[in-house]
Structure formats: C-alpha cells, structure tokens
C-alpha cells in the first residue's frame, strides 16, 4: 500500500485468540474511536462517517474477524477501495503460535470460531490459511505467545500512544536461535559469528545488557564492522520501507541463547539507529531462560 497524504486509520486483525479485544480496548483507552466485529465491506462506510462528523483520521480503527463471509476476498477489495479513494489503511495482525492458541481456547472453554465438529487444532489450521494473504500485506505483525494482556496493552500503546511522527517505527527485539525465531520479524540478523560469551566463565551468568560482556562482544574482530555496514544497510531498507508506505519494521537479532551476544548487538543498533533519528524501541525476548 501506498502511504497516502492524508492521515490513515487502523485496522485489528488476526488469530481468533491472539489478543484483538486487548488491543482494541487498549486503543479506546487512548482515546480512539474503536469499532468491534465489523464487516469488511462497511470500512469504506466507516471512513465516510468518521469524516461526516469530523473525527480524526488517525484515531478511528475497525476490528476485523474471519467470521466475516469469504474474509480475505472482501478485506483485500475493501482495502483497495479505501486507497483508491484517497484513505489509507494501517493493517494491525496480531500473531500467536498453535499451542498458545489452544492453551487459551480451552482456559475459556470455547470452540474456535473455524471448529465445527472437527479438532480445535484444525480450526486454528483452517484459520491460518484463510489469514495467509492478509498476514503478508500487514503494516505490523504482534506475536502475542508470550505476551499477557498487560504486556499487549504496553505494545499497543508504544505503537499508537504517542504523537503521530512521520517515519518508519522500529522494534529490535533479541533472541535465541535455541528457541525459535520471533514469527513477527521482518528482518533477522545472526551474530553467532562472535565468539560466545557464556564459554568466559566470569561474563556466563551476566547477559548483555552488562558492561564486561557488552566490551567483551564489541571488541571482537568483525563487530564494528558489522554494525557500520548493518547501519548503513538499514537506513536503505528504512526508505525502502518508508517510501512503499510502511510504518513499522521489527528487526530480530540473535545467537544461540539469546542472552550475550544479540543482547548488546541489538541494544547498539538502537542506539545507532536512534541516533539516525529513527523511532526505536528495543526488547529481549529470552534473556533470563537460561
């Protein structure tokens, strides 16, 4: 999508489960003007009336489930019908792994919506294929996994509390490639070409966040030099992004356990990028699981 002049309003999607209502009433309490449930084919609707009665534009969001007949058919035309016309969509989809999903849907004991009278599994399969298309084209993926309603409460309002600035918003988060890779990152950087800290026995049960092991990874050969060329690299695919419309990117970097390395790799690269005049906030995934 193309990044229209005038200011775009926000749409929620995602995994049944995966945090929608947290995110929509984390949006009210910030003042925006939430619609719950509605039909792809209303957007346009809701965008004539918000500017009928002078809402602001980049407070008014709709919340869009698969329940919706032939979902993805009548979201993708709804979306190309509001940005024919001049109105921007910012695609919110919130993200979250099988075994979250089922652990949530029998805390509730509820059916997934896509059931019927087959398995829970297959209805959040079932799901995933429908969603596919639009979890390609959208502005921000949350992986809500491991998040509780507070935390998704806290991203939301990272994302959408402060003031409107122009610009790609950056989320660096570190990681462990022992525990998988975040399915929310649009770009991974690996660092397991440094030597690893937790073999120095006096830097193991400290992470990166500390100054002997953040001096111990930026003094190896290879380092620097990586975060010169990684910087000027993203400032490339920062105006890529910005220049197809995109508001958000979330750069992952990891090593092995997600606690030395990727931890002081990532927190340079926000500094460095902060100091380009990025917006950016930087978190540690798996610091502290070993």
């Not at 806290?154 to 122009?166: A, C, L, T, Y």
């Not at 690893?196 to 830097?203: A, F, G, K, S, T």
């Amino acid at each position: 999508m193309n990044q229209p002049s005038d200011p775009a309003f926000v749409l929620v999607t995602g995994m049944s489960g995966a945090g929608r209502s947290t995110a929509a009433k984390a949006l009210e309490d910030l003042g925006w003007f939430v619609i719950d449930n509605l039909p792809p084919g209303l957007l346009f609707s809701l965008a004539e009336e918000a500017g009928r009665v002078k809402l602001a534009a980049d407070k008014v969001a709709a919340v869009v489930d698969v329940r919706s007949l032939a979902f993805t058919s009548d979201l993708n035309a709804a979306i190309e019908e509001l940005d024919g016309r001049g109105v921007g969509v910012r695609v919110v989809f919130l993200e979250a792994s099988d075994d979250a999903l089922v652990r949530r849907f029998e805390n509730v004991r509820r059916p997934h919506p896509l059931q019927a009278d087959g398995r829970l599994v297959d209805g959040i399969d079932r799901e995933r294929g429908i969603l596919r298309e639009v979890r390609a084209n959208a502005d921000l993926v949350i992986d809500t996994s491991k998040l509780n309603v507070h935390e998704l409460r806290s991203k939301i309002v990272s994302f959408f509390g402060g003031e409107d600035r122009p610009g790609l918003k950056v989320n660096i988060v570190s990681f462990g490639y022992k525990y998988g890779l975040p399915v929310d990152a649009d770009l991974v950087v690996d660092c397991r070409f440094l030597p690893n800290p937790h073999w120095v026995p006096e830097l193991r049960p400290m992470s990166g966040l500390d100054g002997p092991v953040r001096e111990y990874v930026l003094g190896q050969p290879g380092a620097k030099e990586f975060l010169d060329g990684y910087e000027e690299l993203f400032g490339v695919v920062a105006a890529g992004y910005t220049r197809e419309g995109k508001s958000y990117a979330t750069l992952a970097v990891g090593c092995t356990g997600g606690r030395h390395r990727s931890v002081a790799m990532a927190e340079q690269l926000g500094g460095r990028l902060r100091e380009r005049g990025m917006e950016v906030q930087v978190s540690h995934r798996d610091v502290g699981r070993e």
